[in-house]
């Protein structure tokens, strides 16, 4: 054994047994910059590179964990008030009511933090929020009485960061407060770090402890050392045939590139023609064609992200602006009865990046009006969405229609069903949904990491959807998430895996 060991250590590199005598004398747990300090190393690659060999043979231990930093964007936000917070000191004021109206003309809240406030008096409790006689109300609730007294949790929490440069996440105590915070992006910003520890094992103790004398070694002989004769001269590093070798793997496409392949290649043979769109809309084509009233929910800025430039894009046909507002008001001639408000001009044209690709298939079918008409559109949307395992902010949808004569319901479940048999699915479930601008509407879950995941929706466009562009014909039309899709298909638990550039995962990502 004592003569195994002694092989061993002439087949360390000088790189190798430096590390190994620099730990030590250093306790267990120290990081590759402590080694690097004490071994008087050139730079952090020397020391990083004798780490992954003495991994490999089992003589140290390197302990990888990642840590998240918060800091805030503007040190001014620590101190400034929010926007809901300035609201709400309004409406006591006001005795407890006021108009949107009035809000915007007190001087206390922007123009542009209006959807903000809206947002966030809902989503705290803060404030009710109605329409009467033709007025967007304000009302203060308990809740709001309550938060008058005392600041909330996020905060607080901004007051925290105020007094620091940056935190670790796990110095932050308040995850309620951090998940707010990290849904408004303007306010804080992260920073991602990997801590190593590392530590010898008890075989590395044994080795470091021996006499590891370092000296220059050549571990590959060249042609000119042969030639010359220099070979005779230098000491030759002994091979050890089982010494970790890296594997070498061929160029490959990465895992998103190859499904979205995939989902073109099966429409493309399903007759569907490919169509895009610009990721900048206004909200009059991403939402008011598609009869989504301009208070919804998905109006809010925790949902849409609005843009500064363009200040606003302008609507060239002003014909069909007065259709769509016609149809908003009182369903115009789509035998509806409409949302029963007046719509905004001005809201119509405010730029945003498009929430949905939906928006490509409509401006599609504004052109083609008459059937047969089959196409579909792989793209990003975006949406103030705050991120984990299953949802991110910026994430890619396929979107598709169908116009034809006898187009129903159980022929959209056939093309869905026939679409995900194509990408290897044997059984899916659909379910009764609701969406503003289908009727009737389903969404497709797959079963996935022992629980039902949501794949997308689907439904027929409303006759408030088709009658401005003169459309008779049934229309299907669907949304589903690419990344999604992926996690299914590749066994990956964390979506957000799917944007990491993790070279050793892409390599060993299986190709069929």
Known sequence: MSQDKEDLVEQLSPQEKRVLAALRDLPNGVGPEDIVKAGKFGSMVEVMNALSWLSS??????????????????????????????????????????????????????????????????????????????????????????ALDEK???????ELLGAADELPEDAITDKKALK??????????????????????????????????????????????????????????????????????????????????DVKRIFLEMGFTEIDGEYVQSMFWDMDVLFIPQDHPAREMQDTLFLSRPERIEIADEELYEKVKEIHLNGGDSGSAGWGYNMDHETAENPILRTHTTVNTIKYLSKHTEPPVRAFAIGKVFRKESMDSTHLPEFTQ?????????????????????????????KIRIRPAYFPYTEPSI??????????????????????????????????????????????????????????????????????
């Open 57 to 146: 043979k089992n003589l140290v231990k390197v302990k990888e964990r990642n840590i998240t930093y918060y800091s805030l964007k503007k040190r001014q936000y620590a101190t400034k008030s929010l926007p809901e917070r300035r609201a709400l000191k309004f409406l006591w004021k006001k005795r407890g009511t006021a108009t949107l109206e009035e809000l915007k003309k007190s001087g206390k809240v922007k123009e542009r933090e209006v959807p903000i406030i809206l947002g966030w008096l809902k989503r705290k409790g803060w404030a009710n929020i109605s329409k009467e006689g033709g007025k967007t109300v304000l009302n203060m609730t308990t809740s709001g009485r309550d």
């Open 152 to 158: 909330g949790g996020d905060e607080r929490l901004l």
């Open 180 to 261: 707010l915070l990290r849904s408004r992006q303007e306010y804080i910003k992260e920073r991602q770090e990997v801590s190593r520890e590392v530590t010898l094992t008890e075989f590395g103790r044994e080795i470091a402890s021996m006499d590891l004398r370092i000296k220059e070694e050549v571990a590959q002989l060249t042609p000119e050392l042969i030639q010359t004769g220099k070979w005779r001269e230098v000491s030759l590093r002994r091979y050890d045939v089982t010494a970790f070798a890296p594997e070498i793997y061929g160029g490959k496409k990465h895992l998103r590139s190859r499904v979205i392949e």
């Open 398 to 426: 396929i979107e598709g229609i169908i116009m034809e004569k006898g187009a129903s319901l159980s022929m959209l479940i056939g093309v869905i069903k026939d679409f995900y048999a194509r990408m290897g699915f044997e």
């Open 443 to 512: 969404e497709a879950d797959v079963f996935f990491n022992g629980q039902w995941m949501e794949l997308g929706g689907a439904g027929m466009f409303r006759p408030e959807v088709l009658a401005p562009f003169g459309i008779e014909e049934p229309v299907l039309a669907w949304g589903f998430g690419l990344e999604r899709l992926m996690m299914v298909v590749h066994g990956i638990k964390d979506i957000r895996d799917i944007y990491i550039s993790d070279i050793d995962w892409l390599r060993k990502s299986r190709i069929l």
